[in-house]
């Protein structure tokens, strides 16, 4: 969970849920707003995952969500969804339980252990692990529904910290990074923009302390990320 604490990027919390998935023999996973009741798509309300682009795919094309009893019981209950192909092959109808169980098999998905959540401004959420291992046991459980609340949680405030960065860089120090971005140097930044080369260096210097970063490259990265510059 320190790994957790200390994530500042997105990517950071994908490497974590990784790091969990191996622990429990999970091979998927997939962190997700909880989907509205008239979501068509499961892409749309990705958060991160790792599931193959045509896994994805294949599921919003054969339009499983709607008709999905697992995200009916998620929508309505604070308490972990486990399943497995017989439950889906079950409590589906007839005419959708066949075409998710190929491709949830085609794909090693036999068993799924699905975790509703919230953030800290009450956003509702989900995480999901799927693969083919044996059952899980009541602390397993219990441990990965908690370790689930908190990698909702902390998306959320990285996002939210993301915001806070976009808010407070200026239009200058944008500028100096989006230059920086393109290969010029602070020499040459100044002449482009008619300042100092001192000038220069104290705005990137302090978009660099801005962004959270440790250097330029860093912060034209971080940047390029936010869509601040492209």
Request: glycine fraction near 4%.
């Given at each position: ?151 909702f949680n902390r998306l959320a405030e990285i ?72």
């Amino acid at each position: 969970m320190a790994d957790l604490a200390t994530s500042k990027t997105q990517f950071d919390v994908f490497r974590f849920m990784k790091q969990i998935g191996e622990y429990f023999g999970a091979k998927f996973f997939l962190v997700m707003n909880m989907p509205p009741v008239d979501a068509l798509h499961l892409a749309s309300c990705s958060v991160i995952t790792n599931w193959p682009a045509e896994l994805l795919s294949e599921y919003d094309e054969a339009t499983l969500l709607p008709t999905s009893p697992i995200f009916h019981r998620l929508r309505n209950t604070s308490l972990p969804v486990l399943f497995d192909l017989a439950t889906i092959a079950r409590e589906r109808d007839a005419k959708t339980a066949d075409r998710a169980t190929t491709i949830l098999r085609a794909h090693n998905l036999l068993r799924n252990a699905s975790f509703p959540v919230f953030d800290f401004a009450g956003n509702r959420g989900a995480v999901a692990i799927s693969g083919e291992w044996g059952e899980l046991s009541f602390i397993d459980v219990v441990l990965l529904h908690h370790v689930s609340a908190h990698v909702f949680n902390r998306l959320a405030e990285i996002r939210e910290m993301d915001a806070c960065v976009k808010e407070t860089l200026t239009e200058r120090e944008i500028e100096c990074l989006s230059w920086t971005s393109a290969g010029k140097t602070s020499i040459e930044i100044a002449e482009i923009m008619g300042l100092s080369e001192h000038t220069i260096n104290h705005y990137l210097n302090r978009a660099t302390k801005k962004l959270d970063t440790v250097n330029r490259t860093q912060a034209v990265a971080k940047s390029l990320r936010l869509g601040l510059i492209r």
